[in-house]
């Protein structure tokens, strides 16, 4: 094929969740019609200066491709263009509806990093020390600090470095009063996630997100919450099991419930061929 193309992804990562969904249904093939890249988040290779000169944020996915002239570095971009090739299927019906759905599913207010790595009080914090998240951190940091030591007024590095610091301390530190107001801080940004996910309802057009056929909101709606599932200790095969996010939000706001459109959405989109190759299980 001309335009073979590379895309950056992880195994690790939601977001690369939006491309693979587009790559399956628009039936693109690994090794015919582009070639992979992993990249380990865990070990930090997001941020090495050959993969910061592809994407200066340091995320993934990336795309890159013969016929472009620098790297597509947004999920819902890459969408747009593998969507672009061929026959255009994932363009939203209501379109107005489908960019609230995305500006909401990619602000970092619903980012999930806060389930992932917050906590809202020491037994919380303590089973975060002691999870898999805690390793992800530190290796993060070690080669955030290798990256600095290499560069020091690089201002990629200066920053990142910084602000995983901010979290990786905590995960240092003895649980204890160091961490109060980060617990507060967290509790807050629980509020703003409850209510992010009542929005989200109530922009949800049945029977998929953005109308009668699976689009783009679709696709950059399931990475986020089959990722905020599985951050919630749901067990990975439960695809359709609420009770574990909505428990964990319910801690602090008590009446929270998963709303009935996105439970009716979530039941649709997982019948889909996309939906059941990117998503056997939870990730
Ligand atoms: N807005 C970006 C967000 C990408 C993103 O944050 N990706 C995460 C993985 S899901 C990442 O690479 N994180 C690494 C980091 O922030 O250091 C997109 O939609 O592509």
């Known amino acids: ?8 992804s992880s195994g690790e990562s939601q977001w690369v969740g939006v491309m693979h969904l587009a790559l399956v249904e628009k039936g693109l093939k ?12 865990s070990n930090g290779d997001n941020f090495a200066p050959e ?14 491709a013969p016929s472009l002239s ?12 593998i969507d672009a090739r061929g026959t255009k299927t994932l363009a939203p019906e209501d379109a107005a509806r489908s960019k609230e759905i995305l500006d909401l599913m990619h602000s970092p207010s619903m980012s999930t990093n806060l ?22 951190l530190e290796g993060r940091q070690t080669r955030l600090d290798k990256e600095l030591a290499a560069q020091p007024t690089h201002p990629f590095y200066v920053s ?12 240092r530190a003895d649980v ?33 997100a953005a109308g009668s056929r699976v689009s783009e909101a679709d696709y950059n709606t399931v990475p986020w919450l089959a990722h905020a599932m599985m951050g919630a200790d749901t067990p990975v095969a439960d695809v ?39 998503y056997p299980v939870l990730h």
């Open 1 to 8: 094929m001309a335009d073979k193309f590379t895309i950056y």
């Open 30 to 41: 690994k090794d015919i019609d582009y070639n992979v890249k992993e990249i380990s988040l």
């Open 51 to 64: 993969y910061i000169a592809i994407n200066p944020n340091g995320t993934v996915p990336s795309l890159t």
């Open 70 to 81: 620098k790297p597509i570095t947004e999920s819902a971009d890459i969408l747009r263009w």
């Open 115 to 136: 389930i992932l790595f917050q906590a809202r009080d020491a037994d919380e914090m303590a089973y975060k020390k002691g999870s898999a998240w805690n390793a992800f």
């Open 160 to 171: 990142k470095t910084a602000e995983n610091l901010s979290v990786t301390s905590l995960y």
């Open 176 to 208: 204890g009063p160091t961490h109060e107001d980060f617990y507060k801080m967290t509790d807050g940004m629980y509020r703003t996630l409850a209510a992010g996910l009542d929005k989200l309802d109530s922009l949800i057009a049945l029977p998929y």
């Open 240 to 278: 359709q099991d609420f009770g574990p996010l909505e428990r964990l939000i319910q801690k602090t706001v008590p009446d929270f419930k998963i709303g009935s459109k996105i439970k009716e959405w979530w039941s649709n989109i997982a019948k889909t061929e996309a939906f059941k190759e990117v």
